[in-house]
């Protein structure tokens, strides 16, 4: 076998001269491939990072734009005087008691009166269910979730009568104070959403049951889920500020969770208004 200078050619015992490459092209075509594969490979990589990222951003922003709407809505339909906070150094608990059905009432046992087992009230346009539970006039969250206020009883029967409906009690109970707009409302559990540091999640928590004081997360079951992402720093940057309904003012509720994704940050400012009153 033999190469002829300066021409591609090489002579193979028995078959004469056969066309080929030099050592020089084949490793020249090599880079130009690597070159081409590495700029391919790094133009997919940077795009698969964008949508990754921009998937990851929008997931976020969804959640916690559904978890404000959802929270300021169920806030706004708050039994009054029914919400209260508990925070600490890494959570905060917001619990409130989500108005079922409001009405004015006929007719109602009230103290110092003969205790009785019914209440007349003027049929809502909610139905009102067996179970559900029955406020009149709560000034202080102490009276809605204590069991020794007069001010909240179970419901155990419900019977219509034309316009009116006549609420039955499992026991004859009275009601602490007559409301002076003679304002009922129909309640059933409380619902508490929490905000945690440790792992940035906020999470809704219901059917734990009524509790004198306000219950933490490992005793109120499993919660639900609503958004991820949550970056406060809840000793300077709490997500909830509380400020009290007065005689004079309404309870209003402070929100200000604060997200981070992918680097960057972004935080609510966003103020609801409980507007019922007793």
């Given at each position: 076998?033999?190469?002829r200078?300066?021409k591609?050619f090489?002579?193979?015992k028995?078959q004469?001269?056969?066309?080929?490459?030099?050592?020089?092209?084949?490793?020249t075509v090599?880079?130009?491939?690597?070159?081409l594969?590495v700029?391919?490979?790094?133009?997919?990589?940077f795009g698969?990072?964008i949508f990754?990222?921009?998937?990851?951003?929008?997931?976020?922003?969804?959640?916690?734009?559904?978890?404000?709407?959802?929270?300021?809505?169920?806030?706004?339909?708050a039994v009054?005087?029914?919400?209260?906070?508990?925070?600490?150094?890494q959570q905060?608990?917001?619990?409130?008691?989500?108005?079922?059905?409001?009405?004015?009432?006929?007719?109602?046992?009230?103290?110092?009166?003969v205790?009785?087992?019914?209440?007349?009230?003027?049929?809502?346009?909610?139905a009102?269910?067996?179970?559900?539970?029955?406020?009149?006039y709560?000034?202080t969250?102490?009276?809605?979730?204590?069991?020794?206020?007069?001010?909240?009883?179970?419901?155990?029967?419900?019977t219509a009568?034309?316009?009116?409906?006549?609420?039955?009690?499992?026991?004859?109970?009275?009601?602490?104070?007559?409301?002076?707009?003679?304002r009922?409302y129909?309640a059933?559990?409380?619902v508490?959403?929490?905000?945690?540091?440790?792992d940035?999640?906020?999470?809704?928590?219901?059917?734990y049951?009524?509790?004198?004081?306000?219950?933490l997360?490992?005793?109120?079951?499993?919660?639900?889920?609503?958004?991820?992402?949550?970056?406060n720093?809840?000793?300077?940057?709490?997500?909830?500020?509380?400020?009290?309904?007065t005689?004079?003012?309404?309870?209003?509720?402070q929100?200000?969770?604060?997200?981070?994704?992918?680097?960057?940050?972004?935080?609510?400012q966003?103020?609801?208004q409980?507007?019922?009153?007793?």
């Amino acid at each position: 076998m033999r190469c002829r200078q300066g021409k591609r050619f090489i002579k193979i015992k028995g078959q004469g001269f056969a066309k080929g490459f030099t050592l020089v092209e084949l490793v020249t075509v090599i880079l130009i491939l690597g070159i081409l594969v590495v700029g391919v490979s790094s133009f997919i990589i940077f795009g698969t990072r964008i949508f990754v990222d921009s998937t990851a951003v929008d997931r976020v922003l969804g959640s916690s734009r559904f978890v404000m709407e959802r929270l300021s809505r169920e806030l706004r339909n708050a039994v009054p005087s029914s919400l209260r906070l508990q925070s600490s150094s890494q959570q905060q608990c917001l619990e409130f008691l989500p108005i079922s059905v409001s009405g004015s009432y006929l007719s109602l046992p009230l103290a110092p009166d003969v205790q009785t087992d019914t209440a007349t009230v003027f049929a809502p346009a909610t139905a009102v269910s067996a179970g559900e539970q029955l406020l009149v006039y709560p000034l202080t969250h102490a009276e809605i979730y204590g069991s020794g206020s007069n001010k909240r009883h179970a419901i155990d029967k419900v019977t219509a009568n034309g316009s009116l409906l006549t609420l039955q009690f499992a026991a004859v109970v009275n009601f602490a104070e007559a409301s002076p707009a003679k304002r009922f409302y129909v309640a059933g559990q409380p619902v508490s959403y929490c905000f945690s540091q440790a792992d940035g999640s906020i999470r809704r928590y219901s059917h734990y049951g009524y509790h004198a004081g306000q219950p933490l997360p490992d005793t109120m079951g499993t919660g639900a889920l609503m958004a991820e992402g949550l970056s406060n720093d809840m000793a300077t940057n709490p997500a909830v500020r509380l400020l009290p309904a007065t005689l004079v003012n309404n309870a209003i509720v402070q929100l200000q969770p604060q997200f981070a994704v992918v680097g960057e940050k972004f935080q609510y400012q966003h103020q609801v208004q409980v507007i019922n009153v007793p």
